[in-house]
């Protein structure tokens, strides 16, 4: 038989064997076919949903993270094969993304300095590669960003302690956050999907406050996803341990860990007083608390102890660890 009348066949693939692979092929073109068109359909639906919330809802941030927790974790739960689910979550991610887009876009704001290619990194895992990304000067810049509308997300590092003394412009980023309803909040804790290690679980790295490599900052609903972190903060007149910040917690019925605190910035002199300052306390709260929740509005009524005003920041849905 002459080389031109050999059927054809992949280099290195027996030509009794490149039937199987064509039709493997074909097989293949058809599946992406169907994915695309089901792509397509989906973002004809989320734009009738944008069409049924009309202008006032979508004015709100359209970031949802505890709505795309609970389909990675469904998705986690279902997934077998030999196909690594971390690609799987990449791939969520960016249509997850890409969807929200679609009801009103928006831009992330990461903090600049150390650390900031890691964030900018998350910030596209997480958000995807469309959004715009822009890079503020520090972390406090990026939350005040989300705070006038310029960003709808920033990505920050995580909560650290405050020095003594701070003024307003030192103070760690968290103690811009507040109690008000339209204020910046935090909403997820970076990367959503990870790796576990054996001998200290993702929840529980995460519960602790030493498993995110950044917080993602929103003005958007802390909604419930399942297995969720709500994070407050506790005002004092003065310097409190962290057991005793765990023990006046768990009196109120509620699990709690004290993951970094500052002298209160907007205090005035006072911070200037060492151990007597008025201080601010991040607390990490396990499960889903909501803000008016009475065991936090009558902490310091019924169960003592230092605490003045404790008012909730945000939270997180606890990510997934393979």
Aim: aromatic content about 4%.
């Amino acid at each position: 038989m002459s080389a031109s009348t050999k059927s054809p066949s992949a280099p290195g693939i027996p030509a009794d064997q490149a039937p199987d692979l064509a039709a493997a092929r074909e097989e293949i073109d058809r599946i992406d076919d169907e994915i695309h068109d089901l792509l397509m359909r989906r973002a004809e639906v989320v734009g009738q949903v944008a069409a049924a919330k009309g202008p006032a809802l979508l004015a709100a941030s359209p970031i949802r993270i505890e709505r795309e927790a609970q389909m990675l974790r469904r998705l986690a739960a279902r997934h077998e094969g030999s196909l690594p689910f971390m690609a799987v979550a990449d791939l969520w991610h960016e249509l997850i993304a890409a969807m929200t887009a679609i009801q009103a876009p928006f831009a992330a704001a990461i903090a600049g300095g150390e650390g900031a290619i890691r964030r900018f990194d998350l910030a596209r895992q997480q958000f995807g590669s469309s959004i715009p990304v822009v890079v503020a000067e520090d972390a406090r810049n990026a939350v005040r960003r989300v705070a006038d509308g310029s960003a709808g997300v920033a990505v920050l590092p995580p909560p650290e302690n405050g020095g003594k003394g701070a003024r307003k412009g030192e103070a760690p980023w968290w103690t811009l956050l507040s109690p008000a309803e339209d204020a910046p909040r935090i909403v997820a804790a970076l990367p959503f999907v990870l790796e576990a290690e054996s001998d200290a679980p993702v929840r529980r790295r995460y519960l602790a406050g030493d498993g995110p490599r950044a917080v993602a900052v929103a003005k958007a609903p802390h909604n419930a996803s399942g297995d969720d972190v709500t994070l407050v903060v506790a005002t004092s007149q003065g310097f409190v341990s962290p057991d005793t910040c765990a023990d006046i917690f768990d009196k109120a019925g509620l699990s709690a860990w004290r993951l970094a605190y500052a002298d209160d910035p907007h205090a005035g002199p006072e911070t200037d007083k060492g151990a007597g300052a008025p201080q601010l306390h991040l607390i990490a709260i396990d499960g889903h608390i909501e803000g008016r929740d009475e065991r936090l509005t009558l902490m310091g009524k019924q169960h003592g102890g230092p605490f003045g005003n404790v008012y909730p920041v945000g939270g997180y849905p606890v990510p997934i660890g393979l």
